[in-house]
């Protein structure tokens, strides 16, 4: 059995604001082996953001503050690595890659030296010419075509979906074990986003890399993942391999999305079952199970006591639920 | 769980909206005396029709003109060419006091659930102002017709004067709507109504979209990226590439026997919920990106990306015809 | 069970009402007492800070102006700075009031018997008590032609405070106007703002201000000398300054707001105004430019810092108000000559310059901090 690669014990993230404690991320432990894709899938408000930054130790603090738990990264806790070594860590052992390209380019360097910089940051003895082979390899390994000339373009010179490709070749420039991308295609359009995903998944399968991917799609996490995370208000609700939380979900949540969102594989005419209600405010004290209010199986339990990831008894299939499906 | 409502059901009458030619270019002003150097072609001849009570779903990626073809039919954006005749008006030779009156009859729901409500206004006020633009009713009467509003898109209506920042994505779209519905209008565009709100919420805002329709005998041009969502509130389809209609089509046909290549490649994109599928499944992957619309490709604006293209669709530009029954392409080579 | 009993106006806004799968028809139906409607707790949103006070059932919600005025009645700062614009506006208004009543009388060699009227005018000379020190009689001493230096301040101070208004209510009023114009339409009265703009900005703003005080100041004097109050005693030249000031605040002015205009334009609530009917002038009106205000008002408010300064400078250098008026930059003039024998004559009036200043710059930064906040994340 390969060691995990990933281990989130107990992480609490909270966010303290005037306005109160925002729990962001409230007990929330998972495992990640080395080259296997996990999806974390919620929506928005959900944690799964704050969940990767909480891993990458980019939490804006203030007013955000990881208050406990620990997070084992080949087998050492990077909780407690001071900052210099976590620079360290960024870019070589995990990297991230966000939603938004243009805003995590720096638009007054050419791309080539913004990977350069990566690999020189981090491989100690670099030249710089080796380190601008290597970012034109990248480039040709995310198919920018004419990666040489290209090389020397300036993020404005290239379109959305190639940036996200530049963002990937940066990201992997160093060879890192574990990748998180959060919502890397959500702003690209459909044709584009399939070209990106298909990238990703051939780079993963090519170098081993593992790969947390978060979005709120979940067409993407079944064509991309290998297990999934459903969060919900701060939580992991939901963790299975990824047939199994298509065809037997067992969390009421799960459920409940999977039965809302519009399929073009379905015919139409079928009515849509939307999920009743508003997600909880997190800054409120909540009491019992967070999906309590809108969960058409909710009993008196639900409200009392907070359910924990529980296996439901099929596969490694795990719900945080007193009376799953 | 799934309730089968039966299509047939809706009333689909005779055309309201007749759409020919319409183009909207935008200049680009450059050069020392602001002479126009080039132009945006971001709609570049569009035909088609929408009937009575029928939704007709508006796809295409960024770029393609799709909002701007909404707009441009309301006639919110001047066209720089084409004509479009509503229930009889020919709204492009309409004066501008000619075509606030006929906003009574054509609305729009709005994309950006923050940004389509001014926050300094209470949300009954924001549903007011049509009506206090049409002056249906005085104070009193206005109130009362916003509450029923409000009541009709699932809000409790004692909220109506709170601000927009008191409420949640998906209520903001709600006030939206009933501000969209408030003069009865018999034509809405939704422009990319549910793309901003999160996926539980998305269907609550369908599942009312459809609702009013059936109650209030609507007409929608539903404007999207989403395939699945437009998909499933849409009969017709029309999928359209740099300012072209590329096709149009049944929903089900559409889906079911694409016949354009664009068409093709875009379904064979969208990821659905199933890992099975989903592993099996044939991708077919566009190379390149889209092209710009100052600079649109020759003859068929599809060619550089098309697997099929022959030396005729790089000169000749292909008409939408009728291919199969009801079913329309512009293609040389379609199916 | 008897809560639902009650009526509906005291049960319903208790309860937010929850977005069910049911359909709007059936919606009507929930909304009656007795119907199990379910208690959902608040939507908790991005871009809403969590936490924000949900207003108790029933009540009227603040408005936007409320929410930020409150955020800058939080502002420790800007709220000082306040206090101290108001204390010196006070003083400027209703401080020779009652400084001319306090104090005995007094046998003047040159002038016979005086009480404080006369004596804490600031126009008033007593030749033989030049250049003095703090005492009882004169609180904060003389100038050098044996004025009442308190008296002269509070002058003065009145003096910057007026110009500072006059030019801000021009600033704002052809700023905004022209601005917004030119930012909606665009067109003619776009390219007119811009070269009219060039053309002001080629002058820089202070030489402007000399130049118009240095050609047309002594004609000013006449003509705005018959104007009651500010007429007198060399104060005319307060409306040229006022003039010239403004002149070359206002294209600043209107070039902001025509950038807030612009952006304002392209929003969607803008849009959905043109959709339901709404003409252009109303969206102007009612759409535009309250959501300009709270930019404007922090503009302005940092704008009376220069403003301020420019007078001073003005008088600085004698082209403002004229001897025998008084003003604070006059004041700095006049006490250069006595920095070594009677200091204070010069450190006063640039103290109080300098706290005035200050004061509205941090209570313009206040300001923008409550009209427009940044979000913490």
Known sequence: MAENLLEVNNLKTYFFTRGGVVKAVDDVSFVMKPGQTLGVVGESGCGKSVTALSVMRLVTSPPGKIIGGEIVLSGENILEKGKDEMTDIRGSKMSMIFQDPMSSLNPVFNIGFQIAETVKRHRKGISSDQAWKRAVEMLDLVRIPDAKRRAKNFPHEFSGGMRQRVMIAIALACNPQLLIADEPTTALDVTIQAQVLELMNGLSKEFGTAVMLITHDLGVVAGTCQYVNVMYAGHIVESAPVKQIFESPAHPYTVGLLGSIPRMDRTRGEKLTPISGQPPDLSKEIIGCPYAPRCPRVQARCREERPTLQPVGRGNQLAACFYPY | MAQEIATSAKEIGTTLIDIKGLKVHFPI???????????????????????????????????????????????????????????????????????????????????????????????????????????????????????????????????????????????????????ALALHPSFIVADEPVSALDVSIQAQVLN?????????????????????????????????????????????????????PYTQALLSAIPVPDPDIEAKRQRIILEGDVPSPVNPPSGCVFHPRCWKAQAICREVIPPLEEKQSNHYAACHFPG | ??????????????????????????????????????????????????GEEKVAPGQKSPTPLQESLRRLRRDKRAMASLGVIIFFILLAIFGPLIYTHIGGTYQSPINGTIGPGVYHNPFHQELLNQDQSFSAMYWLGTDDLGRDLLARLMQGILISLTVALLVEIVDVSLGVMIGVLAGYYGGWIDQLLARVTDIIFAFPGLLFAIMLTGIFGTQADVAFAPIPLIGANGDARLILVSLALAITVWPLMARFVRGQTLQLKEQQFVEAARTSGTSNTRIILRHIIPNLFSIVIVASTLNISNTIIGEAGLSLLGLGVQPPGSSIGLMIAQGENTITSFPWEIILPTLVLTIIVLSFSFLGDGLNDAFNPRSKD
């Open chain 3, 1 to 50: 069970m008897d809560t639902k009993d009650k009526n509906p106006e005291i049960f319903s806004p208790g309860v937010m009402f929850p977005e069910t799968s049911a359909t709007p028809l059936e919606a009507a139906e929930l909304m009656k007492p007795g119907n199990g409607m379910l208690e959902v707790i608040p939507p908790s949103e991005p871009g809403i800070e969590p």
């Open chain 2, 29 to 179: 002003k450059g050069g020392l005396l602001g002479r126009t150097v080039a132009r945006v072609k971001a709609v570049d001849g569009v035909d088609m029709f929408v009937r009575r009570g029928e939704t007709l779903g508006l796809v295409g990626e960024s770029g393609c003109g799709k909002s701007t073809t909404g707009r441009a039919i309301l006639q919110l954006i001047k066209p720089t060419a084409g004509s479009v005749n509503f229930n009889g008006v020919e709204l492009t030779t309409l004066s501008s006091s000619g075509i606030r009156k006929m906003r009574s009859e054509m609305q729009m729901v709005f994309q950006d659930p923050f940004g389509s409500l001014d926050p300094r206004y209470t949300v009954g006020q924001s549903i007011s102002e049509p009506l206090q633009n049409f002056q249906r009713g005085n104070a009193r009467g206005i109130e009362e017709q916003v509450k029923d509003l409000l009541q009709t898109v699932g809000l409790n209506p004692y909220y109506f004067n709170r601000f927009p920042h008191e409420f949640s994505g998906g209520q903001r779209q709600r006030i939206g709507i009933a501000r």
């Open chain 2, 208 to 260: 009312l979209m459809q609702d009013l329709q059936g109650k209030f005998g609507l007409t929608y041009i539903f404007v999207a990226h989403n395939l699945s969502v437009v998909k499933h509130i849409s009969d017709r389809v029309a999928v359209m590439y740099l300012g072209h209609i590329m096709e149009l089509a049944d929903s089900e046909d559409m889906y079911e026997l694409p016949l354009h």
